[in-house]
C-alpha cells in the first residue's frame, strides 16, 4: 500500500484525469498470463461439454432399452447430438492446447465444483455452482436440439 492510497485528496480534482486514468491501470492490470474471459468461456465449455455428453449416452441407452415404436428415430436424433457435442469438445480442446491453456483437475466444497487450470504459466482455479451447471446443460441440450431440428426441417424442404 503507497502513501497516497489511503489519502482522500489524492481522488478528489487535484489530481489530473489522465493521471488518474494512468493510476488505475497500473493497479488494475492483470497478470500477463491471466485467462481473458474469451477463454473461460472455453474453460466453462470444456467443464460442461463431458457432462452433457454423459447425459445423451444415458438417454441413448434408455431409448434403446426401451420397447417405443420410434426408438430408432429417438436413437438417431440423440446420436446426432451426441456427435456434435463431441465436435464441439474436440474443438474447444483444440484451442485450448493452441493458447497453451490445461485443465488439471475438478474437486468439490459443498454446492460449487472447482476446476484447477494453468493458463500461460498462471494456475488459477475455475468454480461453477451445481444448479449452474444444471441449467447451463439444459440451456445447451436445447441449442443443439434446434440446430438438429432447423437442420431435419431444412432436408425435408
Not at 474471459?37 to 463431458?50: A, F, H, Q, S
Not at 426408438?71 to 456427435?83: C, D, G, I, W
Not at 457435442?85 to 465444483?113: F, G, P
Amino acid at each position: 500500500m503507497s502513501k497516497l492510497e489511503g489519502n482522500v485528496r489524492w481522488q478528489s480534482k487535484m489530481l489530473l484525469t489522465e493521471h488518474q486514468e494512468q493510476y488505475e491501470s497500473r493497479n488494475n492490470r492483470k497478470p500477463e498470463g491471466q485467462a481473458t474471459p474469451e477463454e473461460l468461456t472455453m474453460i466453462r465449455d470444456y467443464v460442461l461439454l463431458p457432462h452433457l455428453l454423459t447425459i445423451l449416452q444415458n438417454c441413448l441407452e434408455e431409448v434403446q432399452n426401451s420397447s417405443n415404436v420410434l426408438k430408432r428415430v429417438f436413437a438417431a436424433f440423440t446420436q446426432l447430438l451426441m456427435n456434435r457435442v463431441t465436435k464441439d469438445m474436440y474443438s474447444v480442446k483444440r484451442e485450448l492446447s493452441r493458447r497453451n491453456i490445461k485443465i488439471l483437475n475438478d474437486e468439490q466444497a459443498e454446492l460449487v465444483v472447482y476446476h484447477r487450470f494453468v493458463c500461460r504459466g498462471y494456475e488459477d482455479r475455475f468454480g461453477m455452482v451445481r444448479e449452474v451447471m444444471r441449467s447451463e446443460l439444459s440451456v445447451r441440450l436445447t441449442k443443439y436440439t434446434n440446430e438438429i431440428t432447423a437442420l431435419l426441417k431444412d432436408y425435408g424442404k
